[in-house]
């Protein structure tokens, strides 16, 4: 006996009817009163039955032949996807672990080099305090006995002992003034780039990071699906929505559709190096290597022309370069100078002039017309403008409109006019080498050892100071030359007194902005347009040289002998860089 089927819009009523026209089983009150199919056409179930029993023993049929075996072949087919899938799964797990192993083994490897090089430079460095410590302790023993011997005898030494305690005491006293500076070494840098600090790195070298569980399953089942089809006879193709909808849809696709960095940075790691600062903490930078270009030479100075990634480069030589080509172009200018560059700067109208040390006066690059061949050309170093070498301190372009001023030098422990204190003073002469203005800094503004000044087109001048045996600063002037600040601030509390800077230069951007070099943890200041630091970038490589140009590129030199050529980005400091590699 038959079980009865009861209504799907009447639960308690049992369905009497069949809808020819909804092609649904209908009650009673389907059928009656308020019911929805009451104009309908339909017939009884036993109508219904008697003309559909031939038709569903056909059915049966067809699904006997056909239906049930492809069915069962579906359900052998998922049992042997979800065991390829699995074990795929097994290798992957495999493979990450011993991918993972790799790495550690990799990472354990560079600790190992690092902190042996860490010691190594330790090992040198302490060799060179115990060598500075043992030899003045040997002058402080000295002296000390010398000079209690002399205070005992007083009056009653022999004239032959006086001349042998003069002797001594000159020999422990007259020695040269560098041997009494105390080493400054700065500690090797170690540092990682924060990107890999962070598991999303890592997430994108294993490559699956955006591939949801589902996702894979299906595209797996549907791989393995499509190979069934082809080496089978007897597959029927089912009808699926879900196949459907996924028809397009492969691992590969899936795993390779994700955006990566191409130019991630690994150059800089960006990070306020100062308690209680408010540097901002930058997680990435970006950049592009456009350019690279072998020097191998040191570079002491760089000194951008008007036109963009245009420069000359100054080291034992000088040399000028140009970015705006193709392929970088390298030229020789001077290929030997009769000197050390103390200093170098831009003129507006004349070009590069150079400060070298035991020279009485300024050298302009000239170029010359050889004699015995009119059509090559020689450049040499012609003196321009008075300044001895013991005063000249930094040679600065001028970015001011005014027409008279041509260049500017600034000099230290220069006798100021009309009195007997020697100070810091700043020059500005005019393309004809004649002075037309003069600026004494005051005594009370900290001026001590300088060794870069920059000029704003307001007339803000930004003097900075690294003397040997203290940590550096800058000090900001208006055009008057009066104080406006120091950066770091003298009374910045939040600056730990373990923290030591040894300033390269520092540099006007076109908005007022500072940018300044520093050489310890390989740093990079910003500072806005008040003074207020705004981040602190850090590299990888030592910093030897410094310049900003007037397109708001700063051009760097490392000890490695890289240049690289960078922009902010944006207000809040941040870079794209083009890298000449040396």
Same mark, same amino acid.
Request: proline share 3%; with cysteine.
């Given at each position: 006996?038959?079980?009865?089927?009861?209504?799907?819009?009447?639960?308690?009523?049992?369905?009497?009817?069949?809808?020819?026209?909804?092609?649904?089983?209908?009650?009673?009150?389907?059928? @009656?009163?308020?019911?929805?199919?009451?104009?309908?056409?339909?017939?009884?179930?036993?109508?219904?039955?008697?003309?559909?029993?031939?038709?569903?023993?056909?059915?049966?049929?067809?699904?006997?032949?056909?239906?049930?075996?492809?069915?069962?072949?579906?359900?052998?087919?998922?049992?042997?996807?979800?065991?390829?899938?699995?074990?795929?799964?097994?290798?992957?797990?495999?493979?990450?672990?011993?991918?993972?192993?790799?790495?550690?083994?990799?990472?354990?490897?560079?600790?190992?080099?690092?902190?042996? *090089?860490?010691?190594? #430079?330790?090992?040198?460095?302490?060799?060179?305090?115990?060598?500075?410590?043992?030899?003045?302790?040997?002058?402080?023993?000295?002296?000390?006995?010398?000079?209690?011997?002399?205070?005992?005898?007083?009056?009653?030494?022999?004239?032959?002992?006086?001349?042998?305690?003069?002797?001594?005491?000159?020999?422990?006293?007259?020695?040269?003034?560098?041997?009494?500076?105390?080493?400054?070494?700065?500690?090797?840098?170690?540092?990682?780039?924060?990107?890999?600090?962070?598991?999303?790195?890592?997430?994108?070298?294993?490559?699956?990071?955006?591939?949801?569980?589902?996702?894979?399953?299906?595209?797996?089942?549907?791989?393995?699906?499509?190979?069934?089809?082809?080496?089978?006879?007897?597959?029927?193709?089912?009808?699926?929505?879900?196949? $459907?909808?996924?028809?397009?849809?492969?691992?590969?696709?899936?795993?390779? *559709?994700?955006?990566?960095?191409?130019?991630?940075?690994?150059?800089?790691?960006?990070?306020?190096?100062?308690?209680?600062?408010?540097?901002?903490?930058?997680?990435?930078?970006?950049?592009?290597?456009?350019?690279?270009?072998?020097?191998?030479?040191?570079?002491?100075?760089?000194?951008?022309?008007?036109?963009?990634?245009?420069?000359?480069?100054?080291?034992?030589?000088?040399?000028?370069?140009?970015?705006?080509?193709?392929?970088?172009?390298?030229?020789?200018?001077?290929?030997?100078?009769?000197?050390?560059?103390?200093?170098?700067?831009?003129?507006?109208?004349?070009?590069?002039?150079?400060?070298?040390?035991?020279?009485?006066?300024?050298?302009?690059?000239?170029?010359?017309?050889?004699?015995?061949?009119?059509?090559?050309?020689?450049?040499?170093?012609?003196?321009?403008?008075?300044?001895?070498?013991?005063?000249?301190?930094?040679?600065?372009?001028?970015?001011?409109?005014?027409?008279?001023?041509?260049?500017?030098?600034?000099?230290?422990?220069?006798?100021?006019?009309?009195?007997?204190?020697?100070?810091?003073?700043?020059?500005?002469? #005019?393309?004809?080498?004649?002075?037309?203005?003069?600026?004494?800094?005051?005594?009370?503004?900290?001026? $001590?050892?300088?060794?870069?000044?920059?000029?704003?087109?307001?007339?803000?001048?930004?003097?900075?100071?690294?003397?040997?045996?203290?940590? @550096?600063?800058?000090?900001?002037?208006?055009?008057?030359?009066?104080?406006?600040?120091?950066?770091?601030?003298?009374?910045?509390?939040?600056?730990?007194?373990?923290?030591?800077?040894?300033?390269?230069?520092?540099?006007?951007?076109?908005?007022?902005?500072?940018?300044?070099?520093?050489?310890?943890?390989?740093?990079?200041?910003?500072?806005?347009?008040?003074?207020?630091?705004?981040?602190?970038?850090?590299?990888?490589?030592?910093? #030897?040289?410094?310049?900003?140009?007037?397109?708001?590129?700063?051009?760097?030199?490392?000890?490695?002998?890289?240049?690289?050529?960078?922009?902010?980005?944006?207000?809040?400091?941040?870079?794209?860089?083009?890298?000449?590699?040396?």
């Amino acid at each position: 006996m038959s079980t009865p089927q009861t209504c799907f819009q009447h639960s308690s009523e049992e369905i009497r009817f069949f809808c020819e026209e909804c092609h649904v089983f209908v009650c009673d009150d389907c059928v @009656s009163g308020q019911g929805k199919h009451i104009r309908c056409k339909k017939i009884k179930l036993r109508e219904y039955g008697n003309k559909n029993k031939n038709c569903l023993i056909g059915s049966v049929e067809e699904i006997t032949s056909k239906k049930l075996p492809h069915i069962k072949r579906t359900l052998e087919l998922a049992k042997n996807v979800k065991g390829s899938f699995n074990k795929s799964m097994d290798e992957n797990i495999a493979d990450v672990r011993s991918k993972t192993q790799m790495i550690k083994t990799i990472i354990d490897e560079l600790q190992k080099e690092n902190i042996r *090089a860490l010691e190594e #430079s330790r090992l040198k460095g302490n060799m060179k305090f115990d060598e500075f410590i043992n030899y003045h302790q040997k002058r402080y023993s000295e002296l000390t006995h010398i000079t209690e011997e002399i205070q005992q005898q007083k009056s009653d030494i022999l004239p032959s002992d006086v001349v042998k305690y003069d002797f001594e005491l000159k020999k422990n006293l007259n020695i040269e003034h560098d041997s009494e500076t105390i080493p400054k070494l700065e500690p090797s840098c170690f540092e990682i780039a924060q990107q890999y600090l962070e598991k999303e790195f890592y997430q994108d070298i294993f490559l699956c990071k955006h591939i949801p569980e589902n996702e894979k399953t299906e595209s797996c089942a549907h791989e393995m699906e499509k190979e069934e089809r082809s080496s089978s006879p007897y597959y029927l193709e089912p009808v699926s929505h879900a196949k $459907e909808t996924n028809s397009d849809f492969t691992v590969n696709e899936k795993i390779t *559709a994700k955006n990566f960095e191409e130019n991630s940075s690994d150059i800089y790691v960006s990070k306020s190096t100062v308690t209680g600062a408010s540097a901002s903490y930058n997680k990435e930078l970006s950049y592009t290597i456009i350019k690279k270009f072998e020097c191998k030479k040191s570079i002491t100075f760089i000194v951008p022309k008007t036109n963009v990634y245009e420069a000359w480069v100054i080291g034992m030589d000088i040399s000028e370069i140009n970015l705006k080509q193709q392929e970088p172009k390298f030229t020789t200018l001077v290929p030997h100078i009769d000197g050390e560059p103390i200093t170098a700067g831009k003129c507006k109208k004349h070009g590069l002039l150079i400060g070298l040390r035991n020279k009485k006066s300024t050298k302009l690059l000239q170029e010359m017309t050889g004699t015995q061949r009119r059509t090559s050309v020689m450049n040499k170093l012609v003196s321009h403008i008075p300044a001895n070498y013991q005063n000249l301190s930094a040679i600065c372009t001028v970015s001011t409109q005014e027409k008279n001023k041509d260049i500017a030098l600034l000099l230290r422990d220069y006798q100021l006019p009309g009195s007997k204190e020697k100070g810091a003073v700043i020059q500005w002469f #005019s393309d004809k080498k004649s002075k037309t203005n003069e600026l004494n800094i005051s005594n009370n503004i900290e001026i $001590e050892n300088p060794v870069y000044m920059d000029e704003y087109t307001n007339g803000n001048i930004c003097i900075t100071c690294a003397p040997d045996d203290k940590s @550096s600063w800058i000090q900001l002037l208006d055009k008057q030359g009066n104080h406006k600040m120091r950066y770091p601030p003298k009374n910045e509390k939040s600056f730990a007194d373990n923290i030591v800077y040894s300033f390269i230069g520092a540099g006007f951007l076109r908005d007022g902005r500072i940018t300044i070099l520093d050489r310890v943890s390989f740093r990079q200041h910003l500072l806005d347009d008040s003074g207020k630091l705004i981040k602190i970038d850090q590299y990888q490589n030592q910093p #030897s040289s410094f310049a900003v140009d007037i397109h708001d590129n700063i051009w760097i030199g490392f000890d490695d002998g890289t240049v690289q050529v960078m922009e902010y980005k944006d207000a809040d400091g941040w870079y794209e860089d083009v890298e000449i590699k040396g």
